[in-house]
C-alpha cells in the first residue's frame, strides 16, 4: 500500500473527526464574532455579540444536522435585522449554505439558496439603505454572488462526494463478484472431481468384484484360470491406483500442472477389452473415421461408456451381455451402450454430487450435447449419448 503524505493524512484524520472538527471551526467562529461586537462603537455591541455566537454555533453539527443547523443560522440571520450594524456571524450564512447543497437533502439545498438570496436583499436594504439606492443595489448584489459561489461549492462537494459513494459501491460489488466467483470455481472443481473419484473407483471396484466372484468358483476346477483372475484383479488394482495418484496430485499442485487421468475417446476399445477381461460378454462397433478430440470432450466420452459398462457389470445380473457403438458422425460422437440384462440399471440413480447417470448427463450438457438412458423394449438397458466436436 502506497504511503500517505503529510495532506492525505490530514484529509483522511478531518474526515474521521468531522464533528470534532466542525466544532472547533464554529468556536473559532463565534470567539471572532464576539470580538468584533466588543470593537463594535455604534452601539449595540452586546446584542450582535449574542447574535454572533448564535449564527456560528450551530454550525458545530453542519455535516451532522444540516438541516437544523441551517435553519438556526437562518433564524438568528432575520433576527439580525433588528441589530443596529450587521454582525461578523454572517459569515455563518455562507458556511450554513455550503453545507445544506453538499450534506442536505434536495429540497433544504434549494431553500438554503432561496433564504440566501432574499437574505441578502433584506441585508442589503436594513443595513446600506442610508448610503443611497446604488450602494443597496451593489451591496445585494455583492452578497448574493457569495451566497451563489457557496451554494455553487457545496453542489459540486455533494456531487464528489456521490461519486466517491459509487466508487466504493462498484468497488464492493466488485470484490463480492470475485468471491461468488471463485466460490463457484471451487464448487466446479469439487464436482468435477467427485465424479472423477467415482468413475475411477467404481468401474475399477466392480471389475476387481467380479472377477473375484469367478476366481473363487473356477480355482477349484482350474487353478490356471484362477490365477489369470487374480492377474486381472492385481491389473485393475494397479491401474486404479495410479488414476487416484494422478488425481490427488492434481490437488496438491497448483495451476499449470495437470496431472490427472486423461483418457481418450480413442482408448474405448481398450476399456471394453478391459471389461470382457472381467467376465461380461461385450462387444463394440466403431463406426467412422475416429478424429482428434479436444482432451475434455474425449475425457467425457470414456467416462460416459465407463459409467455405462460399471453399472452393467453391477445391476444387469449373471449371464448379461452388452454391446458398446461407437460413431464417429461429421457433427458429433455418438455413443451407445446396450445390455440384456435384468433391466436393474434402470433404477441407478445419482446422490448429491453429480454421480451415476445424472453426472454422464452433467459431462454430455457441458459440451452442448446429452445422453439419455432407460430400459429397452424385452428387457435390458439402453445409455445413448451425443456429444458435439464444437468449434
Request: glycine fraction near 12%.
Amino acid at each position: 500500500m502506497p504511503r500517505q503524505n503529510v495532506f492525505d493524512r490530514v484529509v483522511s484524520w478531518t474526515r474521521a473527526n468531522s464533528l470534532l472538527v466542525d466544532a472547533l471551526n464554529a468556536l473559532v467562529l463565534a470567539g471572532l464574532a464576539g470580538l468584533f461586537s466588543a470593537a463594535d462603537t455604534a452601539g449595540g455591541g452586546l446584542f450582535s455579540g449574542f447574535l454572533g455566537l448564535a449564527m456560528c454555533l450551530p454550525l458545530a453539527v453542519r455535516r451532522r444536522f444540516p438541516e437544523v443547523s441551517g435553519g438556526l443560522v437562518a433564524f438568528f440571520g432575520i433576527v439580525q435585522l433588528l441589530a443596529p450594524s450587521p454582525s461578523f456571524g454572517n459569515v455563518a450564512v455562507l458556511v450554513a449554505v455550503y453545507s445544506m447543497a453538499a450534506y442536505g437533502r434536495r429540497w433544504a439545498s434549494l431553500g438554503g439558496l432561496a433564504l440566501g438570496l432574499f437574505g441578502s436583499a433584506l441585508c442589503s436594504l436594513r443595513f446600506f439603505s442610508s448610503a443611497g439606492l446604488g450602494s443597496v443595489v451593489v451591496g445585494a448584489f455583492f452578497i448574493a454572488f457569495m451566497v451563489l459561489a457557496s451554494w455553487a461549492l457545496g453542489s459540486l462537494r455533494r456531487a464528489s462526494r456521490q461519486n466517491e459513494l459509487a466508487l466504493l459501491e462498484r468497488a464492493r460489488l466488485l470484490e463480492v463478484e470475485r468471491e461468488n466467483e471463485s466460490r463457484l470455481a471451487a464448487t466446479a472443481e469439487r464436482q468435477r472431481i467427485a465424479r472423477e473419484m467415482h468413475d475411477v473407483v467404481a468401474h475399477s471396484l466392480s471389475v476387481i468384484i467380479a472377477q473375484a466372484d469367478g476366481g473363487r468358483y473356477a480355482a477349484a476346477a482350474d487353478p490356471r484360470a484362477a490365477a489369470q483372475v487374480l492377474e486381472t484383479i492385481a491389473g485393475t488394482g494397479r491401474q486404479a491406483l495410479s488414476d487416484m495418484r494422478g488425481l490427488l496430485g492434481v490437488l496438491r499442485q497448483g495451476p499449470g500442472d495437470e496431472r490427472a487421468p486423461q483418457p481418450d475417446a480413442r482408448q474405448i476399445p481398450d476399456l471394453v477389452e478391459q471389461v470382457r477381461a472381467s467376465g461380461l460378454d461385450v462387444a463394440v462397433r466403431v463406426h467412422g473415421q475416429p478424429r482428434e478430440l479436444p482432451p475434455a470432450i474425449g475425457l467425457a466420452a470414456y467416462r460416459i461408456v465407463q459409467e455405462s459398462l460399471t453399472n452393467v457389470l453391477k445391476h444387469a445380473g449373471p449371464r448379461a451381455r452388452a454391446a458398446v457403438e461407437v460413431r464417429w458422425d461429421p457433427d458429433a460422437l455418438r455413443l451407445g451402450v446396450d445390455d440384456d440384462g435384468r433391466g436393474a440399471a434402470a433404477l441407478v440413480q445419482a446422490g448429491p454430487g453429480g454421480q451415476g447417470l445424472v453426472g454422464m448427463g452433467e459431462r454430455a450438457r457441458l459440451h452442448g450435447g446429452a445422453v439419455t438412458a432407460g430400459p429397452r423394449p424385452g428387457g435390458g438397458f439402453s445409455v445413448r449419448a451425443t456429444l458435439p466436436y464444437g468449434s
